[in-house]
């Protein structure tokens, strides 16, 4: 898109009425909320590849507080509040970054840090008063390091898929420069 203000805000407006719509589905059908999320966090990737971090936070925030106010069920929206929609923006900067491990290991860190940190809201919160094993937790972390990591890979291939289809660019983002 050129330097057209007035066409940056009409995407923006796309980009979050489809981010709510997509979190909208989230909330009701069972089994693929991930991939919804994935998908709802995706629009923040394009308003980046647009208009920059900020246009990209601006979408995460109307996203959110529209998804607040019209998703029945808020506690589907935790996962983009607190992983899924601000992290375009968040991969923008760690990919400015020219050491690729370095790269790995920071968005390694954040992963874990918000699946700890889910994790442990998850036990004190919904499981208040009820003893669970401690074993499991290694693996669910394991688990979703994995899975995070896919999230990274498939987000940075429709990335590309993007700039190619619709900005012209040859250039792809590498996962390890």
């Known amino acids: 898109m050129k330097n057209n203000r007035t066409g940056k805000i009409a995407l923006g407006g796309i980009c979050t009425a489809l ?3 997509f979190m909208f589905g989230a909330s009701f059908v069972p089994g693929i909320e991930l991939t919804l999320y994935l998908i709802s966090s995706l629009f923040t990737a394009a308003m980046v590849i647009e208009a920059g971090a900020a246009g990209g936070l601006s979408v995460f925030a109307a996203s959110s507080l529209l998804g607040l106010i019209l998703v029945p069920n808020k506690l589907a929206l935790v996962p983009y509040i607190f992983c899924f929609g601000y992290y375009a923006v968040l991969k923008l900067y760690i990919e400015k970054i020219k050491s690729g491990v370095l790269q790995i290991i920071l968005k390694v860190i954040y992963f874990a840090a918000v699946l700890v ?3 442990l809201v998850f036990k004190s919160v919904l499981t208040a008063g009820v003893h669970m094993p401690d074993w499991p937790v290694g693996g669910l972390i394991a688990a979703g390091l994995v899975m995070m990591i896919l999230y990274d890979y498939i987000m940075t291939f429709l990335i590309n898929w ?12 590498k996962l390890i420069q």
């Open 19 to 21: 981010a709510v719509i």
């Open 117 to 119: 940190i889910g994790l």
């Open 162 to 173: 993007y700039r190619r289809r619709f900005k012209g660019s040859p250039e792809n983002l």
